[in-house]
């Protein structure tokens, strides 16, 4: 009898072990999410309940957006409602009147908390709730928190996400499975998802956050949904309460992973992989060709992430898988195992991954390595340009459509243009 021989799969990084920081941190608050969710959500108001630091971020960040008579604004918070000597809960009723009486298209009004509003304690679900009745059906009241102080950047997303899972209708379709697919996406992308979808024969489908309030998907337990976002925890939690059930899937970033989600899509929907396939095979193709040119430039390049909005390890295997880069250092302000697995077992083992921020030790790291681009934030994108590295801004890989297959050389071009404009600038 002849031994049996382990055979070694290659797992990638499923078991890796992650360097856990904590320190100073250079990230944004989860505020900045309003900037996408109220260009997605379009009969949506986002109300910050905090400061002028607050109603400055959203101003820096929103860049010339604030001058179209924008779906959101700051009740600030001044010095008597901090002392306690106004009653903030009336303040804020008569803020919210004013505004609903100025704007009757808004069919649904988040209350957004941010440290301030958490510092003092000020209820903001109360609020939402007594508003609500006030208002409704006119206009619905949700509350969530963006504050810096419990959410980074992208969470913001899931934190608005998870307060409307509750209120999504419920499904009376009765056995037949039903698919979500679950983050904010950039119309295009959305459209062209759909028509994917319905190539492959899929008709019961519907996007989660919905472009209108009035109409957001109904879900149950024959529900089954597809996250198109790394960073959305806490909405599938919320999604899970409800009897909805997560389809594991890469994300779909490129080609392979782009492909890699569609078949999962597929396949919660009883196709079969080569039905699915047929149906992305020239969307795929012209993926592929578009990354080709990219692959020239980059492949053997070494990137280095820093902490930003959790896409970090979906598009760390996308550059090293599809594009041929090396991965220096990996940095993500959270990694949830489970939402990521299939991402883990695909980067290429021995990356070096870490978890939360200490900023001074992760840019010693960086100078080691002297990387040959740096994915980071605004906040270190020009003082590590000085020193001599090229840089590309994180934000605009939240900003920017990247998802799916006609989006996978734009995104390939996202890290092409900052290394061909230093080759320029040196020559
Ligand atoms: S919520 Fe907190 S971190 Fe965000 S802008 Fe306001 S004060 Fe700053």
């Not at 609500?132 to 959410?151: A, D, K, W």
């Not at 459209?191 to 024969?201: I, K, P, S, V, Y």
């Not at 949830?336 to 077992?345: F, G, I």
């Amino acid at each position: 009898m002849s031994a049996v021989i382990p055979i070694q799969l290659d797992q990638g990084c499923s078991d890796a072990p992650v360097l856990l920081e904590r320190g100073q941190r250079e990230v944004f608050c989860g505020l900045t999410g309003i900037i996408w969710l109220h260009r997605k959500m379009q009969d949506a108001f986002f109300l910050v309940v905090g400061s002028r630091t607050c109603a400055h971020l959203i101003q820096s960040a929103a860049g010339v957006m604030i001058f179209a008579e924008p779906r959101f604004a700051t009740a600030i918070l001044d010095e008597r409602d901090l002392a306690g000597l106004a009653d903030a809960q009336d303040e804020l009723d008569r803020v919210v009147q004013r505004l609903l009486e100025r704007r009757p298209d808004i069919r649904l009004l988040f209350l957004v908390g941010s440290c301030p509003s958490e510092v003092i304690k000020l209820d903001l679900s109360r609020a939402a709730g007594r508003l609500s009745e006030r208002f409704m059906p006119q206009v619905r009241v949700l509350n969530y928190s963006g504050s810096g102080i419990e959410t980074t950047f992208t969470q913001g997303e899931d934190a608005c996400l998870a307060a409307l899972v509750p209120v999504l209708p419920i499904s009376i379709q009765p056995h037949e499975p039903e698919l979500l697919i679950v983050g904010a996406l950039a119309d295009v992308v959305e459209d062209q998802f759909a028509r994917l979808f319905t190539a492959m024969g899929i008709q019961r489908f519907a996007f989660f956050p919905s472009r209108r309030s009035t109409a957001l998907p109904a879900i149950g337990p024959q529900t089954r949904f597809l996250l198109a976002q790394p960073f959305l925890a806490d909405s599938a939690r919320a999604l899970e309460d409800r009897g909805a059930r997560r389809v594991p899937a890469p994300f779909p970033l490129g080609a392979e992973g782009s492909a890699a989600w569609m078949q999962a899509a597929g396949a919660a929907m009883g196709l079969s992989a080569e039905r699915v396939e047929q149906a992305i095979a020239p969307a795929r193709q012209r993926a592929e060709l578009a990354l080709a040119a990219h692959r020239a430039l980059l492949a053997g390049k070494h990137v280095f992430f820093f902490p930003d909005s959790q896409l970090e390890v979906p598009l760390a295997r996308f550059l090293a898988r599809e594009l041929g880069m090396q991965l220096s250092e990996v940095g993500t302000p959270y990694l949830h195992r489970q939402h990521l697995a299939e991402e883990l077992a695909w980067l290429p083992a021995g990356t070096a991954l870490s978890e939360g921020q200490d900023v001074e030790k992760q840019l010693d790291r960086c100078r080691a390595l002297r990387p040959d681009i740096v994915v980071c934030g605004l906040g270190l994108a020009n003082p590590l340009e000085s020193e001599g590295f090229t840089t590309k801004w994180s934000i605009e890989l939240v900003f920017t459509p990247i998802q799916g297959f006609e989006q996978a050389g734009d995104l390939a071009g996202l890290f092409t243009r900052p290394l061909t404009r230093r080759q320029l600038l040196a020559a």
